[in-house]
C-alpha cells in the first residue's frame, strides 16, 4: 500500500473518530433533560415558593371572611400567532388562583360570589321542593355567610421582551449558540371593608417569566460530494400560568403581613411575630420603602421671592 493510501485511509480514520464524538456531545447535550413521555398521568399543581410560605404562616387570632366577585385580566394582550387572534396571553383564571392562595394562607375563609347565580339557583330549587303542607322540611337552609372584606384588583400588566439577550460561536461550520428572553406580570390586590367601603390595604407583586434556549449544530463538507449535517437543542419556558399564581399568592402574603402592622387583624399567638415567614416579607417591604427614601427623580427649585 503506498505512502498517499495510507494517509488518506488515517484522515478518513480520523474523521470518523471525529464525528463520533461529535454526535455523542451533542446527544449528550439534548438529553440533558429527557422530553416527557406523550402520555403522563393527571398530577397536582407543582407548588412555587410563595406557596410554601403561605402554608407555613403562623395561626391568626380569627380567620377572616373573604369574597372574590372577580379578578379580571386587565392587561389587553394576545398572544402573537397567526392562530391565536382571540386567546389572551395571560390566563383567565386568576379569580380561582386567588380563591385557592386565600384558602391556603388559613388567614381568610373564602365564601363563593364569583358564580353567586349558580348557588343562588340552587337554593330556589331546594326551598321549591318543600311544598306549602310540609309541616316538618326536610332540608333546612342556613343563611348564606356575609363576608367581611372584599379581595379586589386583577392582572394589570404583561410586559414582553423586558430584557433579551444571547451568545455564540461558529466555526468551520461548527457551532453552538444560547438566548434567553425575559418577560414580566404584574398584578395588584386590595382588600376593601365592605361596611365602610374604606380600602384596607393595597399591594402590587411583579413576577418575570423566563424562556431560555441553547442549541449547537454541525454544517459542513466532509469529504468530497458528503455533507454532514446535525443539530441538537433545549428550550424551557416558565410557564405563564404558574408565574401569576405565584404573583397572587406573594399579593395575599403581602396583604397578610401589611394587615398585622396595620393591625387589621392578630396573630393567635404574638410571639410568632418574629417567624422567619413574616420577617422575610416585613424586609422585602422595607427594602422597598428605602428605595422610596432615595433622592426625588425632579429636584425642587429654589422658592423665589414673591415680587421678584
Not at 374604606?198 to 411583579?206: A, E, F, K, P, Y
Not at 399568592?249 to 396573630?267: F, N, P, S, T, Y
Request: proline share 5%; net charge neutral; hydrophobic share 40%.
Amino acid at each position: 500500500m503506498s505512502l498517499d493510501s495510507l494517509s488518506h485511509v488515517a484522515v478518513t480514520w480520523a474523521r470518523m473518530v471525529s464525528l463520533f464524538l461529535l454526535v455523542a456531545f451533542l446527544s449528550g447535550c439534548a438529553s440533558m433533560q429527557a422530553p416527557s413521555n406523550a402520555v403522563a398521568n393527571a398530577k397536582l399543581t407543582p407548588p412555587t415558593r410563595v406557596t410554601r410560605d403561605l402554608l407555613r404562616l403562623p395561626e391568626p387570632k380569627g380567620k377572616v371572611v373573604a369574597a372574590v366577585y372577580g379578578f379580571r385580566d386587565q392587561t389587553g394582550q394576545y398572544k402573537p400567532a397567526p392562530d391565536s387572534s382571540f386567546s389572551t396571553t395571560v390566563t383567565q383564571g386568576a379569580a380561582s388562583m386567588l380563591v385557592k392562595a386565600l384558602k391556603d394562607s388559613g388567614w381568610f375563609t373564602p365564601v363563593e360570589r364569583e358564580n353567586l347565580q349558580n348557588l343562588l339557583t340552587e337554593r330556589k330549587i331546594v326551598r321549591a321542593l318543600e311544598t306549602p303542607q310540609d309541616k316538618n322540611p326536610t332540608i333546612n337552609l342556613p343563611a348564606l355567610v356575609p363576608a367581611t372584606i372584599l379581595i379586589e384588583g386583577g392582572i394589570v400588566a404583561y410586559e414582553t421582551n423586558v430584557r433579551t439577550g444571547g451568545a455564540g460561536a461558529r466555526y468551520l461550520g461548527v457551532g453552538a449558540k444560547t438566548q434567553y428572553r425575559v418577560d414580566q406580570v404584574t398584578v395588584t390586590l386590595r382588600t376593601v371593608d365592605i361596611r365602610s367601603g374604606q380600602i384596607l390595604n393595597s399591594v402590587s407583586t411583579t413576577k418575570t417569566i423566563y424562556s431560555y434556549e441553547l442549541s449547537t449544530g454541525v454544517f459542513r463538507f466532509v469529504n468530497f460530494k458528503e455533507l454532514l449535517e446535525l443539530e441538537a437543542g433545549y428550550t424551557r419556558n416558565e410557564p405563564s400560568q404558574l408565574c401569576v399564581k405565584e404573583a397572587i399568592e406573594a399579593g395575599v402574603a403581602h396583604l397578610i403581613v401589611q394587615g398585622l402592622q396595620d393591625k387589621v387583624w392578630a396573630l393567635k399567638n404574638d410571639a410568632d411575630w418574629r417567624s422567619p415567614v413574616l420577617q422575610a416579607y416585613l424586609k422585602e417591604s422595607s427594602e422597598y420603602l428605602s428605595q422610596l427614601e432615595d433622592a426625588p427623580a425632579v429636584e425642587a427649585e429654589p422658592e423665589r421671592m414673591v415680587g421678584n
